[in-house]
């Protein structure tokens, strides 16, 4: 098992706490508009990022997210064969530069989101959180079935070129996991749709990062998801979620409901090794709040929390 943290693809006062808090693997996203080159179906801006990286004495394990505009490829429009080329090509560069990890969703229109951001957590820092009371309905954009085709056409087409170059995809569940979001559909809101997903892929690198969070907030059982899983699970994302009226809210990962030590113990009898990070923490005192859930401070100190298990584990 390998311990990581998201970090921005450019180096800022994170990329230094993360060095003296001793992480050594990283997940980032280089989407043009965060490293200011181009998006990494270019080598050299991609090979760039990962020599940045490695100068500052870090392993970078994975990408994450939409590395470019992925509206075509989600919504069917003209264009988007154009754009299933670069992605191609990046899976190409990322197993040239042995980058083994894709974590991707596929959330049309709505990337993840909260309805607020300003929850008071512990000793007063920020939290999220998402409530449905807080969402308009809206017509649906396209159908549910026709954003599945259009998962179909994606997966099948660039599946066989990551098996090529050796890279994983671990697929990211719709977060939050509800039927509709700002009038567009979300598919992967269940366990059964990760099932379709997995069928439709055909393909022995296409898994599962395992958001272990939003599987609980669809209601469905984690340890035995995990059970189920354990041969695609290529990812872990690790935080908890306190369920509320009409929704939930996030904690620090040692001040919720889910029972993470035992949740380790699970994933040490399984036998699952892979990539694990912490993901969205509170935040503290002294931080701004413009990236809710990605500010430093909860995030490093979920690192040595996660660290304190899986040492006493004797897990990694």
Known sequence: ????????AKPDIKWQIASQAGVKYVVTKAAPELTGQLPPWDFDSLKQTQKRFNEAGFELQALEGDEFDMSRIKLGLPGRDEDIEKYQEMLRNMGRLKIPLLCYNF????GWYRSRTDLKERGGALTSGFFSEDMKEESLKITHEQLWSNYEYFIRSVAPVAEESGVKLGLHPDDPPVSSLCGYPRILTNAAAFRRAIELADSPVAGITFCAATFKVMGENVANLLDE???RIWFIHMRDNQPMQGGFRETFHDNGPTDIPSMFELIKKLDINCLLRPDHA???AGENNDE??????GRLFAVGYLKGIMDTLKIG
């Not at 098992?1 to 970090?7: A, F, H, S």
């Not at 809710?292 to 401070?297: D, H, N, T």
């Open 1 to 8: 098992m390998k311990l990581g943290i998201l970090l921005p």
């Open 229 to 231: 899983f354990r041969h």
């Open 292 to 297: 809710p859930g990605y500010a430093i401070l």
């Open 107 to 110: 959330m049309a229109g709505v």
């Open 282 to 284: 509170p935040t503290m």
